[in-house]
């Protein structure tokens, strides 16, 4: 079935530094989203993207974070600086529509913060 | 907010054996989705379930849906190993944007 890309499959680094996580969405997919997940708990909506726009943003997604997709390559969160909360595992999703429509994730990347 | 939650945090099966796991929620709904994760993977979409719709199936998995309880269950029939993962059920918020609510998720263990 369609899949969904993440690089890289793990990231450690140092709090305050910057970090680029990638995306690579289902090629015909217009919806794109980021969740995060805790070890343990619930999978959390942050964001979700359409047509080179945020639509909807969770208080999970603070202003360190951004999102963009320049020129229709990879789907990118980054968060500058990063906090020792920011640990987590970040997946990406796709989806062709709205309504219910099923999306795809990504495996995730799984971020440690130190 | 909607909340999707499941009933039980972890189950444990023999391969073969069938078994249930549930879910409620809060506040009216559209559809209803059922996700699998496995250990190391992102989450998979097993079955969407529309507020019209009472029952769905796919291959051993069979999804219920009772709107008037607010509740939904995923049965999974003939269980395998491979089936081991967490269940999550999930719902797109009211106002059309994509984003999903997720429950806490079932661990289902499926021992040999």
């Known amino acids: 079935g369609p899949k969904v890309l993440q690089i890289p499959s793990h990231q450690i680094i140092d709090m305050g530094q910057m970090v680029t996580l990638n995306c690579d969405p289902v090629?015909?997919?217009?919806?794109f989203y980021w969740y995060k997940q805790i070890l343990g708990q619930q999978m959390e909506f942050l964001v979700n993207?359409?047509?080179?726009?945020?639509?909807?943003k969770s208080k999970l997604f603070k202003d360190q974070f951004s999102v963009e997709r320049p020129d229709g390559s990879y789907f990118t969160l980054k968060i500058q600086p990063t906090a020792l909360e920011d640990s987590a595992v970040y997946f990406c999703?796709?989806?062709f529509g709205l309504g219910g429509q099923e999306q795809y994730f990504g495996p995730g990347t799984r971020l440690t913060v130190l | 907010s909607q909340l999707a939650e499941e009933n039980s945090w972890a189950l444990s099966v023999h391969e073969g054996e069938s078994v249930t796991v549930n879910c409620s929620y809060k506040t009216s709904i559209t559809a209803l989705q059922w996700y699998r994760q496995k250990s190391g993977k992102g989450p998979a979409q097993l079955i969407l379930i529309r507020s019209n719709e009472r029952e769905k199936r796919n291959g051993r998995l069979r999804a219920t849906l009772d709107t008037s309880s607010q509740s939904s269950s995923l049965s999974i029939t003939a269980t395998r190993c491979e089936d081991t993962a967490v269940y999550f059920c999930a719902t797109p918020i009211t106002g059309n944007t994509g984003k999903l609510i997720f429950g806490l998720g079932t661990t289902l263990q499926v021992q040999p």
């Open positions: 090629s015909n997919h217009l919806y």
């Open positions: 999703a796709s989806s």
């Open positions: 993207f359409y047509n080179g726009k945020v639509m909807e």
